[in-house]
């Protein structure tokens, strides 16, 4: 994804006449980027008088923020506890062996970033799997093969 | 919506909106809550909309999208008004024949009704579903029946009268003396008195003439989520607890920590927030009183730690999540060393309703210190997962039998877990214990903010205690040096014995251990992480013991002590185990019986998931 300086410089103006706060503008540009890049920490640490320090601790501190740019597609399993008891660890073991890689990483390709998430509170559904902000519920290993393919399927097909 | 600028234009719209409120009006109100709609609510709706206007009634019938009534084990969920008529588990292609035989022609559809599992029955009517009767709804009340992006419904059903009456009739002195009355404590889990603290607060905001108002909902506890739902479901609630709380405390700023995992409930807060300033109820001059309160939002950022009060509070001034020590307390150095008043979303919601009734009236539901009702979200093994409110005293058998339906598939009962993270199980034998702040205490678990996550036969308990610890450690902020490595030291033993290398000495470790991070950790993350295992030694320690020593998991779910092996009589060959076996561990061709390779084995448990003959084994 491109980057725009002047985009990012927008986003941090408007936190800041609000009465918004280093966070807020970092929940900004990771929501248009999905990740932090290095520029936006710097205009940040700039507009908004903070050291760069601190921008750089608020932004590893917090599992909102990423430093590393992420996959097109966004794939997070519940980890809850009504999923864990309900089998979200097996779900979880699947899409990584199937997508080869560890939770919080990215596929080489960039297409495709397995999360976790610590309870989405929608607990009668578990275990959970949320592709690109849709959920698919009461998910099984068979599922998660059928709900990757079509996935993959989407994705090949445009 | 005017801009109203007197008590009296209020008292005049709010007649107007009461007066055309018609629960005998047919309607549809279908749940549209984040559970309802994880199960295609959405569709339903715009499906219900659209066939309606389709099939040209004599009166329109209009489709009301609520908040979330709590059942959300049966979802998508609609209720036929007038008659209240309860469909449960809708399909988008249920929707054609909900309108022409139900609404047109005025007939039940029994397949779309709840199946009484005891009597096989049909249940007809939302308030005969025996998931309700035991339940006492106050803050829940309005949910599923209001559509949480209109404030009239709200007002209609007489919200923000206890603000009205606090202005015109009450001295902040007399809501204190109210809210002491009700005897209510907090419900984010420490339970603290709230008029105790509304009262130091004061006298605070007082001395120094400043002072902010903060709710705290920052639902981070697994396996809880009443907070959200009163946001989805019924936002001005809650806005109206933090307005007579600010007038009370003479304070007039605000903000709510919510979290940004919950989208649905901050998009109906911002628009609760947006309708109360066009409203004049929040803002400058409240309804030409003089009284100002401004509130702001302020998003989570994915941080556990964050809860904590002054984590909570460095959050908000823009910096990491760091807890401090207190005292001092927020009431005396919070927010930019203000006095600051932290209550969670589910105390500020009760605060209208002890005004509205008087807070004596209120202290006669619950137990002799524990007051008022709480909400628990019932899930896990259970057949009624979902949203309950209970009042204080019920007991964990009527909440998890009664309301919750018992354990699926026959299975039986082994735990209960309260209080998430922070929390403890409880047993089958203390299923009888009153559900209070002091009787949760003593049995080791806590009322925490009300996650009750049911355990069955099949979950295993030293597995169970692993998993918080790994959820609490990953959380720790890593400030103070018993949490950041003592929780890493507890985790790395539990692990050690779930992969069949525990050593004798092992369970008194985690005991000793636990009680030191307990006892000199920082904040409350780290205060209450060891209580999840330690709770389950307290109940379970045989099942840790036979982790050490006889190297078996008896609930057959830790992986270092299961295998998986074909039992050769029952399998016919198929080749479907071996197809889904993403390591290759299986051996076998068609129609002869196959193997499995231990050391390739990654004990994932797919080939049993996909096996139809029962033909593999695990122990």
Known sequence: MQISVSEINDIINQEAIGDGSLIAALEEIQERYRYLPPEALILASERLGVPLSQAYSVAT??????????????????MGTACHVRGSPQVLDRLESKLGIQAGDTTRDHLYTLETVNCLGACALGPIVVTDGEYSGQMTIQKV?????????????? | MNHLQSIAEFQTWQKTLAAGWDDSKPCLRVCDGTGCRALGSEIVLAGLREEINRSKLDTPIEVIGTGCPGFCECGPLITVYPQRISYQKIKPNDVSEIVSQTLMGGKIIERLLYTDPQTGGHIRLEPDLPFYQKQKRLVLDFNGRIDPTKMEDYIALGGYTSLVKALTTMTPEKIIAEVKASGLRGRGGAGFPTGMKWEMCR??????GLGYIVCNADEGDPGAFMDRSVIEGNPHSMLEGMLIGAYAMDMHQGFVYIRAEYPLAVENLRIAIRQAEAAGLLGRDILGTGFDFILSVRLGAGAFVCGEESALMASIEGRIGEPRPRPPYPTDSGLWGEPTNINNVETWANIPIILAHGGEEYAKIGTGKSKGTKIFSVVGKI?????????????????????????????????????????????????????????????????????????????????????????????????CVPCRLGTKAMLATLERICDGKGQPGDVEYLLELGEHVKNSSLCGLGQTAPNPVLSTIRYFRDEYEAHIFDKTCPAKVCKGLINYTVIPEKCTGCLVCLRNCTSNAIIGAKQEVHVINPDLCTRCGVCMNVCKFDAILVN
């Open chain 2, 383 to 479: 057949n009624n997962t979902g949203l309950v409110e209970v009042p204080m005293g019920i007991t964990l058998r009527e909440v998890i039998y009664d309301v919750g339906g018992g354990i699926p598939n026959g299975k039986k009962f082994k735990a209960a877990q309260l209080g998430g993270p922070s929390g403890g199980c409880l047993p089958a034998e203390h299923l009888d214990a009153p559900i209070d702040y002091e009787s949760l205490t003593a049995l080791g678990a806590i009322m925490g903010s009300g996650g009750l996550v049911v355990a069955d036969e099949d979950t295993c308990m030293v597995d169970f205690a692993r998993y918080f610890m790994t959820f609490t450690q990953q959380e720790s902020c890593g400030k």
């Open chain 1, 145 to 158: 093969d059928q709900l990757l393919k079509s996935v993959l399927r989407a994705e090949k097909e445009k």
């Open chain 1, 61 to 78: 501190f917090y599992n909102a923020f990423s430093l590393k740019p992420k996959g097109k597609h966004c794939l997070h399993v519940c």
């Open chain 2, 203 to 208: 006298t605070n905001v007082l001395k120094v």
